[in-house]
T-cell receptor, first 112, second 117 residues
Framework: DSGVTQTPKHLITATGQRVTLRCSPR?????VYWYQQSLDQGLQFLIQ???????AKGNILERFSAQQFPDLHSELNLSSLELGDSALYFC???????????FGSGTRLTVV | AQSVTQLGSHVSVSEGALVLLRCNYS??????LFWYVQYPNQGLQLLLK??????LVKGINGFEAEFKKSETSFHLTKPSAHMSDAAEYFC???????????????FGQGTILTVHP
């Protein structure tokens, strides 16, 4: 157990639907990062939050949004889902830059 | 901007042989460098990290990596491969420079290590 909790572990949904992925960071970590991992794109940075505020955005589609709540858990919302959104979505947390990230076990999203 | 290039998407070794996974980075400021390992259907686990202290870094499971600034490299090695080392390995770079790159980990494309009996 890495200390970063992601739910659900698996999600199967239809095209056009909306889903919410949840992440609880490791205790004491203020930064949360979301990554998408697919065979063709590898690990792609989506977005970062620090203590409730958005800090950086990467290759995140407009159909996707995220937020970090006062208790520091974060949610990634994916809407108008397409087949190409099928991927592993990872959440990671960190206490500081030099310590690297601690990753959750991921949510495997399958869009059918 | 920062980037990472991992040379070789697949590396195959025999059990007991030397493991060498190559990583070159690009960063306009002093980098933090990391190696992660991912086993099938699992998340990424930190193997080791370089944060401007000793250039030879020792990690878990007998792995180590050497930071070579002149070569912009951070290759991962292990003297003797074990079957349990079979996994995908990712090199990553981060910096503490300000702006939108602060804290962001940029990953290489990954190297799949296969270990033969």
């Amino acid at each position: 157990d890495s200390g970063v909790t992601q739910t659900p572990k698996h999600l199967i949904t239809a095209t056009g639907q909306r889903v919410t992925l949840r992440c609880s960071p490791r205790s004491g970590d203020l930064s949360v990062y979301w990554y998408q991992q697919s065979l063709d794109q590898g690990l792609q940075f989506l977005i970062q939050y620090y203590n409730g505020e958005e800090r950086a955005k990467g290759n995140i589609l407009e159909r996707f949004s995220a937020q970090q709540f006062p208790d520091l858990h974060s949610e990634l919302n994916l809407s108008s889902l397409e087949l190409g959104d099928s991927a592993l979505y990872f959440c990671a947390s960190s206490v500081d830059v030099g310590y690297g990230y601690t990753f959750g076990s991921g949510t495997r999203l399958t869009v059918v | 901007a920062q980037s990472v290039t991992q040379l070789g998407s697949h590396v195959s070794v025999s059990e007991g042989a030397l493991v060498l996974l190559r990583c070159n980075y690009s960063s306009s400021v002093p980098p933090y460098l990391f190696w992660y390992v991912q086993y099938p259907n699992q998340g990424l686990q930190l193997l080791l990290k370089y944060t401007s202290a000793a250039t030879l870094v020792k990690g878990i499971n007998g792995f180590e990596a050497e930071f070579k600034k002149s070569e912009t490299s951070f290759h991962l090695t292990k003297p003797s491969a074990h079957m349990s080392d079979a996994a995908e390995y990712f090199c990553a770079v981060s910096t503490n420079a300000g702006g939108t790159s602060y804290g962001k980990l940029t990953f290489g494309q990954g190297t799949i290590l296969t270990v033969h009996p």
